[in-house]
């Protein structure tokens, strides 16, 4: 009895309507259902023992059993690898959406933090905050920026140039960041 095209359509489908012997696909060839184990040595009609094969495989294996030739995985089990991915990829986006938000309030933290502690009338580049939130630990960076301010509104670094003594206070809060970091390393 032959077999229904509801099976062989399944057949196809499973094994990517792609020859399973040469790899090749339709409109190059006309594919068909070969049996693993030939009809004519007993092989049953069974999905397991069907395979997608091109017209030119097929007559050329014939009868002729190919020893452990096993079916491409289930169509399923790439589905369900596919749908993993797609979660996987949703979950990164997401917490990589919630960290660069996060990073933006953490940037305007520091950024009124640097407003409260040094000048409110400002020159810090958000270059300055992202820079060294890359660097260095939210903590240090606040301890750097009140240690800055104080000898910023105490000397105003030896400047009467209200520009150049933020720069220096940017300097100094960075050189502060550093020896903080080093500390905590060399100790830690």
């Known amino acids: 009895m032959a077999l229904s095209k509801k099976t062989r359509f399944e ?75 797609i979660v996987e990829a949703k979950r990164y986006l997401e917490t990589q ?3 660069d938000q996060l990073r933006i309030r953490m940037a305007a933290r520091i950024t009124r ?19 060294w939130l890359n660097m260095y630990s939210p903590e240090e960076i606040e301890y750097a920026i009140r240690k800055a301010g104080f000898k910023y509104k105490s000397d105003h670094f030896g400047s009467q140039n209200h520009f150049g003594s933020e720069v220096q206070a940017i300097r100094y809060a960075s050189a502060i960041m550093r020896n903080v970091k080093k500390e905590a390393e060399e100790g830690g």
């Open 11 to 85: 057949v196809f489908k499973r094994d990517g309507f792609t020859c399973q012997y040469c790899g090749r696909t339709p409109p190059t060839v006309i594919l068909e259902v070969d049996h693993i184990d030939p009809k004519a040595n007993g092989g049953s009609d069974n999905t397991i023992n069907l395979i997608t094969s091109c017209f030119d495989c097929n007559r050329g294996k014939s009868d002729v059993k190919l020893g452990d030739i096993h079916p491409r995985p289930d169509a399923d089990i790439k589905y369900l690898k596919a749908q993993q991915e």
């Open 97 to 99: 959406n919630e960290l």
């Open 113 to 131: 933090v640097w407003l409260d502690s040094v000048t409110e009338d400002s020159d810090l580049q958000k270059h300055h905050v992202y820079g």
